[in-house]
């Protein structure tokens, strides 16, 4: 069995991936999720999908050993991390050349736009480096707050919600280098700019302006620091905690410069949003006119010219925008006026349309900084965040479109995920159960359908000729729609509803696949027309400002165009349909998000609500999908070209057809049967196990590989090098014998020649010649007879410490000379010694090894040099006295003389016969020659004597010999050095002489 070490298995809290899970429930799941949420685990896997839980608190798992961590590791191997999602797209686009998406799904507040920053800046941090590559990166990521400030704003879901889609395509070269991106924006909520659900803001833009710019800025935009100065602005939650507005304002600027915005264009920005500001401040009031009708007028002047100034247009022509209104078809030109409620509808409709254009004109803006000037291929990484599913109490046209895109991009996750996947089983022949899942294809059907779907049928209503109203709008809907079992009315011809006191009479209900949403049609046909009075696009165009003038087109009477533009909900859905299709040319991502609670709060987790969103989003489904597959596919070829090193009959090349190769590979790697499939093109790998024990072998197997060819490089270069020494060597070695050869040759032959002619000249020469070469050999001869001769006169003496020796008298004898001075010198030597008697050499001896025992030890040793060791001092042999001594000692005496034994209880000495001979040494007394001791050498252990010029001597015995009883002898005598020295050389004969010690002590 494939053991594998992976943290998805060890160490979690709960199961990291939910594939894992057993038992598999809807409640076991929840738990699950609540289990690593309460353990600060925000992320869990379904298989490559992550599951991302807002924690509403900053956690510290996105620091830069976080993203150290995670580089370049397998997705299963650490801790479940958004990273590891990331880093898995920017690999495979890297270096499989996939085109990635990454898809953020989830409802308002649920953390897509976090997320897809920590994407991009995960990617930020680990693609290439450099001056351009991360001045590229630096526009990238600054191009968030940018957009974050003109299109977010704060609503009772979230206190940074994204009031507009995002999806960002960033492009890489080869490498895995940067290089740019573009930026696509969907549908901003533009209804905001003038009116906002109770508790919630404008954008973040207008409280920011007035907080963070300074006074100076403030006066050159006419603008007024507080904010309930201004209509547009809300003012019960104007003030958001957590977030500073002066502080971003300027941060707002900062990455403005980085995105490279001229001065000028930021100038510009700013005019456009304090005019929009100020046109809330405009107010009519009804005058009556001749004709009986009401016309509207600007009621305070003021506001309107400072508009005026700041965008350079002629008030006047303002004025009569906001009065009346041209109509014009076929040529002809009819002037209508307009009312107070239509004008206040043109100014609305001018401050919205005004807003959204600059923000799609930022989003131009910000694109052309970040362009790629690069022709060749390049791959690219799209990152799609977009305004999550939403339910208010009040719900409009908006949420009605938000709502829409949040289907189709669920059809698209069922599509790729659960779809594709089943679809793919039966494709390859795989034997597959069907797993029953919603799809939401009939609701976006129901939405979009070219002929019965709800938006073609408000364009209908829209450009139908006659009255047209929400309410007409409201009646083809129920006429229409009544059969569809996702769309609920009171009045649907089927009348189901009629008692449904839930549902209002102006609203009608869609069954959506997050839950169910009740629609207000009032607006929807406004929003959809998005109607700006062609007199005030007239107006704008006409302005010297030029960015307004760049923004209304349209106003440009020699380009005017009387067909209709085409309506907001037309556009969105081209916009999302283009959306659609290029995702799915891209390698999906999912990242799905879900909210823990309804209060923004940290460590609440709502069970209803997740389970809610766990329901919708299909979560459940789509582990039951993916743990009745494979967690792995690849076609044939690439896997065996993958891990064929793993075997030896792949490795380096299988000559068959990749599906035998793989069949041959995995049979020889004993993975177990159950644990792959094979499809009719793909190799189908149940576990993400076995496929990483795949990985790990791989990379062993890498190693070696590499090793491998590292050796056999080493080992060629040291070869050539080898080689290359070796022939150098026979070139040197050739060319020195060369020389050398030629030097010797040249010598004999000069000897040659010299010989030659001696000889030549010998042979043919008179008697002369003959005497001559004679004379030559003869002066040589005559040389080395006066050396010899010389020599004889000076040389030194016989004695061997004479070290003399004449000067050399020629330098041709120079080794002869030292030669023979050191011949001369060992022969003296011998001559000195070979005239010692016996007798003589041994007196030198025993003088020698005095020497060698006390010589610079014992100042009492000088003295002794010049004296001769007598031996016998009693003359033991003549004294009569002594013939009793003779008899008792059988051999021979070396030495005999008077010693002082001294006594060691007073210091005193009494004298005593010391005799020596070759085995004992004996003490008697002196008077009655009487033996008080006979040692035998052996016995003895050391002599001890001081380095002083006394006569003290100690002679140790050995302990537990046999004299060992009599202790120790302390004697004194005044031939102390002979009586020691012929003590020992007795020693030697006898015993070892090494045995026994001197000790020369200073005491
Ligand atoms: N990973 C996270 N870590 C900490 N706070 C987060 C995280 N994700 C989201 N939040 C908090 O939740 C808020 C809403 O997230 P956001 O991404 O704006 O939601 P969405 O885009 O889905 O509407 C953020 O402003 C932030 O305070
Ligand atoms: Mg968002």
């Known amino acids: 069995m494939i053991e594998l070490q992976t943290s998805l298995l060890d160490n979690m809290i709960g199961v990291g991936d939910m594939v894992l899970l057993e038992p598999l429930s809807e409640n076991s799941f929840i738990q699950n999720l609540k289990n690593r949420f309460d353990h600060d685990e925000i992320y869990t896997y379904i298989g490559t999908v992550v599951i991302s839980i807002n924690p509403y608190q900053s956690l510290p798992i996105y620091t830069a050993d976080k993203v150290e961590e995670y580089r370049n590791r397998n ?13 898995e797209a920017y690999r495979s686009l890297r270096d499989q050349d996939k085109d990635q998406c990454i898809l953020i799904t989830g409802e308002s507040g649920a953390g897509k736009t976090e997320a897809s920053k920590l994407v991009m800046s995960y990617v930020a941090a680990v693609c290439g480096k450099g001056q351009e590559v991360n001045k590229v990166k630096e526009q990238l990521l600054q191009s968030n707050p940018v957009l974050e400030a003109f299109g977010n704003a704060k609503t009772v879901r979230n206190d940074n919600s994204s009031r507009f889609g995002k999806y960002m395509d960033i492009e890489f070269d080869f490498k895995g280098d940067p290089l740019g991106g573009v930026i696509s924006n969907y549908l901003l909520e533009k209804s905001r700019v003038v009116k906002q659900p109770r508790g919630e803001r404008n954008f973040h833009i207008f409280y920011q302006l007035l907080s963070g710019a300074s006074d100076d800025l403030l006066k050159r935009l006419k603008l007024e620091r507080d904010v309930s100065k201004y209509n547009y602005l809300s003012l019960d939650s104007a003030v958001v905690s957590d977030l500073d507005d002066g502080a971003n304002f300027r941060i707002i600027m900062d990455a403005m410069k980085t995105v490279c915005f001229m001065d000028n264009e930021v100038q510009s920005v700013l005019e456009l949003v304090a005019a929009v500001m100020k046109l809330g401040n405009i107010e009519f009031k009804s005058e009556s006119r001749v004709n009986g009708f009401d016309e509207s007028r600007v009621e305070d002047n003021n506001d309107l010219k400072e508009i005026c100034e700041l965008l350079g247009i002629e008030q006047i022509v303002l004025e009569r925008a906001f009065s009346s209104r041209t109509l014009e078809a076929k040529q002809e030109k009819v002037s209508t006026t307009l009312n107070v409620a239509q004008a206040y509808y043109a100014r609305d409709a001018l401050a919205k349309n005004l807003y959204s254009r600059l923000f799609s004109w930022l989003v131009t803006r910000i694109n052309e900084s970040i362009k790629v000037h690069w022709l060749f291929s390049k791959k690219v990484m799209g990152v799609l965040d977009i305004y999550g599913f939403e339910i208010f109490e009040n719900n409009s046209f908006e949420q009605f479109i938000i709502n829409y895109c949040n289907e189709k991009l669920q059809q698209i996750f069922i599509d790729l995920t659960l779809h594709e996947e089943q679809e793919e089983y039966i494709r390859e022949g795989i034997e597959w159960k069907n797993i029953e899942y919603f799809n939401n294809a009939v609701i976006c059907d129901l939405i979009e359908n070219n002929n019965k779907g709800i938006l073609a049928m408000l364009d209908d209503e829209c450009l139908r000729p006659g009255t047209v109203t929400d309410e007409t709008f409201l009646d083809k809907l129920n006429t229409v729609c009544a059969g569809h079992h996702h769309f609920e009315s009171r009045h649907c011809t089927n009348s189901q509803f009629l008692t449904d006191h839930t ?6 209900r869609i069954q959506h696949y997050a839950g169910k949403v009740l629609y207000c049609v009032e607006g929807f046909v406004d929003k959809n027309n998005d109607l700006l009075y062609r007199d005030l696009s007239q107006a704008m165009y006409k302005a010297r400002h030029p960015l307004i003038k760049l923004l209304f087109p349209e106003g440009d009477p020699s380009k005017m165009n009387l067909k209709r533009p085409p309506t907001a909900g037309f556009q969105f859905r081209a916009s999302v349909g283009t959306l659609m299709k290029n995702l799915q040319t891209k390698n999906p991502n999912y990242i799905r998000c879900i909210k823990p609670n309804d209060k923004k709060a940290a460590r609440i987790f709502t069970e209803t609500l997740v389970r809610h969103q766990v329901r919708y989003l299909g979560l459940m489904e789509n582990v039951r999908v993916r743990r009745a597959g494979y967690a792995f596919r690849q076609l044939y070829k690439p896997c065996l070209e993958r891990y064929k090193m793993l075997c030896q009959q792949t490795w380096p090349h299988w000559r068959g057809p990749a599906r035998e190769g793989v069949e041959m590979l995995l049979n020889s790697l004993q993975v177990p049967k159950e644990e792959f499939c094979y499809g009719c093109s793909k190799i189908f790998i149940r576990n993400p196990k076995t496929l990483f024990a795949l990985e790990k072998k791989r990379r062993e197997c890498l190693e070696v590989l590499a090793a491998v060819i590292q050796k056999i490089y080493r080992g060629w270069k ?14 040197v070695a050739a060319w020195y014998r060369r020389y050398s050869q030629q030097k010797k040759f040249q010598k004999i032959r000069i000897c040659a020649i010299i010989v030659q002619s001696l000889i030549r000249r010998w042979k043919v020469g008179s008697l002369k010649d003959k005497v001559d070469i004679f004379r030559i050999g003869g002066a040589v001869v005559q040389w080395i007879q006066k050396y010899f001769l010389d020599l004889k006169k000076k040389i030194p003496s016989m004695s061997p410490i004479d070290k003399t020796w004449p000067p ?16 001369f010198h060992l022969w003296r030597c011998k001559k000195y010694r070979d005239q010692f008697t016996e007798q003589k050499k041994a007196i030198y001896e025993e003088k020698l090894d005095a020497s060698t025992i006390f010589k610079d030890k014992k100042a009492l040793y000088p003295g002794s040099v010049s004296q001769p060791f007598k031996g016998d001092y009693l003359e033991i042999n003549q004294n009569p006295k002594y013939s009793k001594l003779k008899g008792l000692l059988e051999e021979k005496v070396i030495l005999a003389d008077v010693v002082h034994k001294i006594n060691r209880a007073n210091g005193k000495g009494t004298a005593r016969l010391f005799l020596l001979t070759k085995k004992h040494f004996v003490l008697a007394d002196l008077k009655s020659v009487q033996i008080k001791a006979t040692v035998p050498l052996p016995d003895l252990a050391s002599v001890a004597v001081s380095s002083q010029s006394d006569g003290f001597f100690a002679l140790k015995i050995k302990e537990g010999s046999a004299s060992a009883a009599k202790g120790d002898f302390l004697l004194s005598s005044e031939r102390l050095i002979e009586i020691i020295t012929k003590l020992l050389r007795a020693g030697t004969h006898t015993a070892e002489r090494s045995e026994i010690n001197v000790d020369i002590s200073d005491e």
């Open 503 to 508: 549902l209002p009479h102006n609203c009608f």
């Open 718 to 731: 040291q070869r050539k090098h080898f080689l290359l020494m070796k022939k150098s060597q026979v070139v």
């Open 808 to 823: 050399q008298p020629y330098q041709f004898l120079e080794g002869t000379h030292k030669e023979l001075g050191r011949i």
């Open 75 to 87: 997705f299963y191997e650490l801790n479940p991390h958004i990273y590891a999602l990331a880093d």
